[in-house]
């Protein structure tokens, strides 16, 4: 497989490996798009609990020296103010009040100013540069969003934990959805705004204690339903929000404006006013509003399993083998095993591509330099980062150690290819919702300098390596034809981008749903 520029011929090998852990945007992503990098904050938070509990010990342990000195002087006030001068009269007890007046309430007052808090407050400010964000927990927000949005979750359920395979004790209060619908307000994102600010109000309808109030809630839901062109839904919610605070700000004009706003549309139409349906707001309820992506629901589709499915026809064709990189001698004694994923374009699986003591050393090597993942701008070939794909990545070069060189000689070994001219191999880790939308991993004609300053030509073909099993979400699915290719640990995945003449082959567009469960690393 060749490919021509700037006269000369090159192969070009993209590398990448997936790693997807169980447990349990866009974000900022300098925390929030890498699982790897926030289990130190598990650890941080345990560490400052821990000190939090010393805290409260010392704390305790002040209160009650202060209380006993408490007791013990109003012991003595008691008797020595019951006859001032009879108690004066004797020389101990005036020596006494002289001792405790100059001494032992200077002590006392040392002991009232001391802070037990300074080194809870030292420790905080220690970690306090680790800490996520503003910016980070809006990301981590649109992130369960973005998850709600592929797998279909209504918000109830996500509330309750309820995940698909997975049940766990992870709840979201009144206020947590409260603040879900508030993020999504802020950003005029109102969709989802009325998804979590319903769910917010009817936790709270069913009785769970807050600190926001129904008001509040009230508030920001009519107006995000009035968003939504729902005005008889919109006057009902106002009109709750009038009868708990008829001095309400904004509530009373509000209400004028639907209620004349939804006349004056009736009279147009030439319709009866119809109230508003009893049904509480749910997944369903709205259409969600397109946006850039003009394949949104069959990838999404695909991301759930769902969509186009191989005839048996098809699938009859497909089949495992002993593969031994066209009797490689490093394959002759150990070939590997390959499977067909799909026929065409041809999609292969080898497995055990990986071991397991390998892929831990790759993610050993790779957390501390995992940063925000970037995409080539196809105009400038510039590396910069990009919303439709949120994860972290970092490079490792093989003479780092042994591994890498090994794993880079096996990837030869296999697919017939060099990586002399390949890129470095890039270790990803997708983080709470973190995905690639659909995208090539070749340059196209409108976009010749891609890969220029690279100096090695197109990217012939992508080999992906799948580090860790995962129990919901993550696969790598190809909207154009409908294969999905599910995570298997210590397997690898491999496909040509181009065509024999050096055309790129446009079925092969894929995208790395987001992770619902897990934490996916991707190596390239």
Not at 126 to 133: E, K
Not at 311 to 316: H, I, K, L, M
Not at 386 to 403: F, H, I, Q, T
Request: aromatic letters at 10%; one cysteine or more; charged letters at 30%.
């Amino acid at each position: 497989m060749k490919v021509t520029e700037q006269g000369r011929m090159s192969k070009v090998l993209l590398f990448v490996s997936s790693v997807l852990l169980c447990c349990c945007q866009t974000t900022r992503a300098e925390i929030f798009t890498s699982i790897g990098q926030m289990t130190d904050l598990i650890y941080t938070e345990k560490e400052l609990v821990q000190s939090l509990r010393e805290y409260i010990k010392a704390e305790e342990s002040k209160l009650a020296a202060v209380k006993s000195w408490a007791n013990k002087l109003d012991a003595l006030t008691r008797v020595s103010i019951a006859d001032p001068e009879g108690y004066l009269a004797h020389p101990v007890n005036a020596y006494k009040l002289m001792k405790r007046l100059n001494t032992e309430w200077s002590e006392l007052e040392s002991l009232v100013l001391q802070n037990p808090a300074d080194g809870f407050v030292s420790n905080m400010s220690v970690h306090r540069q680790y800490f996520p964000d503003e910016e980070d927990e809006t990301g981590a927000a649109k992130a369960l969003m973005r998850l709600q949005d592929t797998y279909q979750l209504d918000s109830e359920a996500f509330s309750k934990g309820k995940l698909p395979g997975v049940h766990s004790n992870a709840v979201l209060t009144v206020d947590d959805c409260f603040d879900m619908g508030k993020t999504a307000y802020n950003d005029a994102d109102y969709y989802h705004a009325v998804l979590w600010l319903q769910q917010a109000l009817k936790q709270l309808d069913d009785g769970e204690e807050a600190v926001v109030s129904k008001a509040d809630i009230l508030d920001y839901l009519s107006y995000s339903v009035y968003q939504m062109g729902d005005l008889p839904r919109a006057i009902e919610l106002t009109r709750r929000l009038v009868a708990i605070d008829p001095s309400h700000q904004r509530a009373g004009g509000n209400l004028r404006y639907f209620e004349q706003l939804l006349m004056k549309q009736l009279r147009e139409m030439n319709q009866d006013y119809q109230p508003p349906s009893e049904e509480p707001i749910q997944l369903g309820t709205y259409s969600r509003p397109k946006d850039h992506l003009p394949e949104r629901e069959s990838y999404e589709a695909l991301c759930r399993g769902e969509g186009i499915q191989m005839t048996e026809a098809r699938r009859s064709r497909l089949f495992c083998r002993y593969h031994d990189g066209k009797r490689n001698p490093r394959l002759l004694l150990k070939p590997v095993k390959e499977e067909d994923e799909w026929d065409s374009p041809h999609i292969v699986r080898y497995l055990n591509s990986l071991s397991d003591e390998e892929v831990e050393k790759i993610k050993e090597l790779a957390k501390p330099r995992l940063a925000r993942a970037t995409v080539r701008d196809p105009k400038t070939g510039v590396l910069t980062t990009a919303n439709y794909r949120v994860s972290k990545s970092a490079w490792l070069e093989g003479e780092e150690d042994p591994v890498i060189d090994r794993v880079n000689q096996r990837i030869e070994d296999i697919t017939g290819l060099t990586v002399e001219t390949a890129e470095l191999l890039q270790v990803a880790n997708y983080g709470v919702g973190g995905q690639y939308e659909p995208h090539f991993d070749f340059s196209r004609k409108d976009e010749p300098d891609a890969f220029k300053r690279l100096g090695t030509g197109n990217r012939v073909a992508t080999y992906l390596n799948y580090m860790s099993d995962v129990e919901a979400g993550g696969a790598t699915v190809f909207p154009d034809f409908g294969a999905v290719i599910w995570p298997r640990k210590g397997t690898s995945v491999f496909w040509y981008n181009l065509f024999r003449s050096g055309e790129g082959d446009y079925r092969t567009r894929h995208a790395a749903c987001p992770v619902l469960v897990g934490s996916k690393w991707g190596k390239l």
